[in-house]
C-alpha cells in the first residue's frame, strides 16, 4: 500500500471511529431525554412513578435503544443511506413496521417474563399487542427521520465539497493544459523571428535574444499563477513588440493606451500576449505595408476592458476560431464564468479589434 493510500485509510478509520462515538452519545442521549420526558409526563397528570413503571420505562429504553441499533445496522449494510429519498422512505417505512413489530415482541415478552402476574394482564393480548405497536410507532418514527436526513444531508454537502474539489481539479487542469501550449506557441514564433535576423544582422539578433530571455524568465515566473497584474504582463508584451519590431521594422507600429488605473487589475498570464501574437500573425505579416497594432485598457463600469486592435481582416478560413482564441475564451470560462466577455470583430473596414471584459475584483 502506497503512503498517501496508508494515510487516507487512517483517515477514514479516525472520522468512523468519531462518528461511532457521536452515535452512541447521541443514541443513548435521546432515549434518556425520552425517559425523562415520560417521567415528567407522568408526573404533571398525577401518574404513580413507582418501581414498576421504572421497570417497564427502563425495558422500553433498553429494548428501544437495541432495536434501533440493529435497524441502523441493517440500513448501512443495505446501502439505503446512498439511494435516492422517492427509493429510500418506502424500504424505511417497511423497516418501521418490522422495528416497531419487533420491539413490540421484546418488550412483551421481556414484561411477561419478568412480571407474569402483572397488570399487563388485564388487557387482551391483541389489545396490548396493538397498543405497544402504536407507542413504538410514536418513538421509532422520529428515530428514524432524523437517522436518515441527518445523513442524507451530510452525504449531500459531502457530495458538494467532493464537486467542487472535482470541479477546481479539473479547471487547474485545464488551465495547465492550455499554458503548456501556449509556451511553446510563443517559443517557436519568437525563434522564428530571430532566425530571419542571424544572417543578415548578428548584432540585432544577439538583441533579440537577450529579449527573448527577458520574455521566457518573466513567463516562466508566472507559470504557476492563475492570474497577474496587468503591468507585469503589458511589460512581457512590450518585450515581444520590441522583439517583433527588429523583425518588421517600419512595418510595425504600436500604439498604447493604457488607464493608470487598470494596472494594478488581474488578468490570467500570457493572455495579452497571446492575443498580441495573434494580431501580428494573422494580421500585420500578411499586410505589404505593415500596419498599425493598437493596446487600449481601461475601466467601463464593473468591467476592466482590454482592447488590441490591428490592421488586417478576420481570415475566410475562420482564423477566430485558432488555438491562440480558443484558448482565451477557455481561460475566461475557467477563471471567471460567465461574468467575462470575449469578441473578435472587423471594424473600419480594415481593423480586427478583439476586446476582453473582465470583471472588477
Known amino acids: 500500500m502506497k503512503k498517501d493510500d496508508l494515510s487516507a485509510s487512517f483517515v477514514t478509520i479516525d472520522r468512523m471511529q468519531k462518528t461511532s462515538k457521536y452515535y452512541w452519545w447521541l443514541q443513548i442521549g435521546g432515549w434518556g431525554i425520552l425517559a425523562l420526558i415520560l417521567i415528567l409526563i407522568n408526573l404533571l397528570f398525577g401518574q404513580r412513578v413507582d418501581e414498576h413503571f421504572l421497570i417497564g420505562l427502563a425495558i ?58 402483572g397488570s399487563n394482564k388485564k388487557l387482551e393480548f391483541s389489545t396490548r399487542f396493538l397498543l405497544v405497536t402504536v407507542e413504538n410507532g410514536l418513538y421509532i418514527i422520529p428515530w428514524t427521520l432524523i437517522y436518515y436526513f441527518f445523513h442524507y444531508i451530510q452525504k449531500t454537502r459531502n457530495q458538494e465539497l467532493d464537486t467542487l474539489k472535482l470541479e477546481a481539479l479539473v ?16 517559443i517557436f514564433n519568437a525563434l522564428n523571428s530571430i532566425r530571419a535576423l542571424i544572417d543578415e544582422n548578428p548584432l540585432r539578433a544577439r538583441t533579440a535574444i537577450t529579449e527573448l530571455s527577458n520574455i521566457l524568465r518573466s513567463s516562466m515566473q508566472t507559470e504557476k499563477q492563475e492570474t497577474v497584474f496587468f503591468e507585469k504582463e503589458l511589460n512581457i508584451v512590450k518585450d515581444y513588440l520590441a522583439l517583433e519590431h527588429i523583425r518588421f521594422e517600419d512595418r510595425l507600429n504600436v500604439q498604447y493606451e493604457i488607464a493608470e488605473n487598470t494596472l494594478t487589475q488581474p488578468i490570467p498570464p500570457m493572455m495579452l500576449q497571446t492575443l498580441v501574437e495573434n494580431a501580428i500573425k494573422h494580421g500585420i505579416s500578411k499586410q505589404v505595408s505593415g500596419g498599425t497594432v493598437t493596446i487600449i485598457s481601461k475601466m467601463k463600469e464593473r468591467y476592466h476592458q482590454l482592447v488590441i486592435r490591428n490592421t488586417g481582416q478576420l481570415s475566410k ?45
Open 171 to 186: 479547471k487547474e487542469l485545464e488551465l495547465k493544459t492550455i499554458k503548456s501550449h501556449i509556451n511553446p506557441h510563443f
Open 60 to 117: 422500553k429504553m433498553l429494548v428501544g435503544i437495541l432495536t434501533t441499533h440493529l435497524f441502523r445496522l441493517y440500513i448501512h449494510r443495505a446501502g439505503w443511506l446512498f439511494l435516492p429519498v422517492e427509493k429510500a422512505l418506502p424500504r424505511l417505512a417497511i423497516g418501521i413496521l418490522i422495528v416497531c413489530l419487533l420491539d413490540t415482541i421484546i418488550r412483551i415478552s421481556v414484561i411477561s417474563w419478568i412480571d407474569p402476574s
Open 317 to 361: 478560413s475562420g482564423n477566430e476560431d485558432g488555438f491562440g482564441l480558443v484558448s482565451t475564451r477557455n481561460r475566461l470560462q475557467l477563471l471567471f464564468g460567465e461574468q467575462a466577455n470575449f469578441y473578435i470583430r472587423e471594424i473600419k473596414g480594415n481593423m480586427v479589434e478583439a476586446e476582453l471584459h473582465i470583471p472588477l475584483t
